[in-house]
């Protein structure tokens, strides 16, 4: 596994941040920890195109940091 810190610019309530989990949930994605002050989302995987799309199709575009 990766670890990835991506941004997050449209995360701005904590309903956001329930739907991101779902998505990341959904693709069996248990290592991750949102930071809503920073809208940042830190993200262990072995395939971050399918967490990028993800949550693109939840409505959140992302971009990686670092």
């Keep these: 596994?990766?670890?990835?810190?991506?941004?997050?610019?449209?995360?701005?309530?904590h309903h956001c941040a329930k739907r991101i989990s779902e998505a990341l949930n959904s693709l069996g994605v248990s290592e991750f920890k949102i930071d809503m002050e920073n809208k940042e989302i830190t993200v262990n995987t072995d395939n971050l195109e399918s967490v990028i799309n993800a949550l693109d199709e939840v409505g959140y575009e992302v971009t990686l940091k670092g």
């Design 1 to 13: 596994m990766v670890q990835y810190v991506l941004s997050v610019p449209e995360m701005s309530c």
